[in-house]
């Protein structure tokens, strides 16, 4: 399905990209880490037959420039970028469904927190919650190593320490526009790491929620919060096809799975 539509919404303090595909309910797919936009295009092509998708690369990621230096509260900022996305392309409030994707995940629940009415269903993969595990600490510790080991060595380096969440296995190389993992060290993943969703309001929205993992990564930390998110919001953990980037590797068999989910959506009551 070829692109409908590109282009450049100006935001405070950024430009965002952004692409629209297909035609049908409208759905947004949120990129995490250092991802833009080209990590879900086989994903869109696919959802693109039923559904009109809208993906986007995050402020100061690849395509979507900064007009000055990151501020304030990391997870405030994505969840207002997506809302002013949503508000560019469904000018009129139409409901939208969402997956997100790592910390894309934790910018999905914040969304649908902040702008419930927006929200129809909300499909969480494998989002960095750590700080909600038992050994939460530990993990702080992890991170901020990664950080000094980034500060230190070098981008190299750091991405090579984040092994241990993938079990000891390099994260598998991924579609993107640009290189942004420096990018992603010194203004992402400490944030979004750090971020502990609100328990008491996702609580009063979890019916719209959908948990979910990667079966090939349920060993790993990084699936690890998806399960105690789950868990703490009585949701049942569903599992997609591959590991934590399984929407790349296996697009067709992820996308009937996701449409499945996104057709039993409840419709929003106000």
């Known amino acids: 399905m070829d692109t409908l539509e590109s282009g450049t919404l100006a935001l405070p303090g950024a430009r965002l990209y952004f692409e ?14 250092a991802s833009d936009a080209e990590v879900f295009r086989g994903l869109a092509e696919e959802l693109a037959a039923r559904h ?56 999905t629940l914040e969304l649908l927190v902040r702008h419930p009415q927006r929200v129809r269903c909300a499909v969480v993969h494998e989002p960095p919650a750590v700080g909600l595990l038992p050994d939460a ?21 750091a991405l090579d320490r984040l092994r241990d969440l993938f079990g000891g296995r390099a994260a598998p ?56 998110l789950a868990r703490r919001l009585g949701r049942q953990l569903v599992e997609f096809p591959g590991g934590h980037a399984g929407y790349a590797k296996h697009p067709a068999s992820f996308a009937r799975q996701l449409e499945q989910l996104l057709d039993d959506a409840r419709p929003v009551v106000h």
């Open 173 to 228: 190389p991924l579609p993107r526009a640009a290189d942004n993992d420096a990018y992603f060290l010194s203004h992402v993943m400490l944030p979004s790491t750090r971020h502990v969703p609100d328990l008491t309001a996702l609580a009063a929205v979890a019916g719209r929620i959908v948990m979910a993992g990667g079966r090939e990564s349920r060993t790993y930390d990084v699936h690890r919060p998806a399960a105690e």
């Open 20 to 33: 629209v595909r297909g035609r049908g309910p409208l759905l947004l797919l949120v990129p995490g880490g």
């Open 52 to 107: 009109r998708v809208v993906t986007y690369d995050p402020r100061g990621i690849s395509r979507s420039s900064l007009d000055a230096a990151p501020t304030g509260p990391w997870i405030d900022t994505q969840a207002e970028d997506a809302v002013r996305l949503l508000d560019h392309v469904a000018p009129h409030g139409e409901h939208v469904r969402v997956f997100g994707s790592c910390a894309g995940g934790l910018t």
């Open 137 to 157: 600490a530990r993990h702080a510790a992890f991170f901020d190593e990664v950080y000094a080991i980034f500060r230190r060595e070098g981008v190299p380096a």
